[in-house]
């Protein structure tokens, strides 16, 4: 990645949240998730998007260290009581 690591993972972070919360996942405390990307000029909104291209370019590059069982059940958990959650709310 050209950018500092910080700024890099800052704006995957942006761009992420942004595309949890179109999904309508919200945070692990049930609170919404912000998507604050809109509020970034458009060429930050994509230099947030590059960024976290980039990161799952190199990611997948390295074979994707970190996957495994465990985490793919936890995150599967997480997300089906999210899921499960905005549905109840649905309801509502």
């Known amino acids: 990645m050209s950018a500092p690591a910080d700024v890099a993972m800052l704006s995957a ?21 912000l998507d604050l990307l809109p509020r970034l000029s458009p060429e930050s909104q994509d ?7 980039g990161i799952s370019a190199e990611w997948n590059a390295a074979g994707r260290p970190y996957l495994n069982g465990e985490r793919i059940a936890k995150t599967y958990t997480y997300t089906k009581s999210c899921m499960n959650k905005k549905e109840r709310n649905d309801r509502i």
Do not use: S, V
């Open 47 to 53: 230099e947030a998007r590059r960024a976290l291209h």
């Open 13 to 33: 972070k942006l761009a992420m949240d942004a595309l949890y919360a179109a999904a309508g996942l919200p945070l692990p405390t049930g609170r919404p998730r």
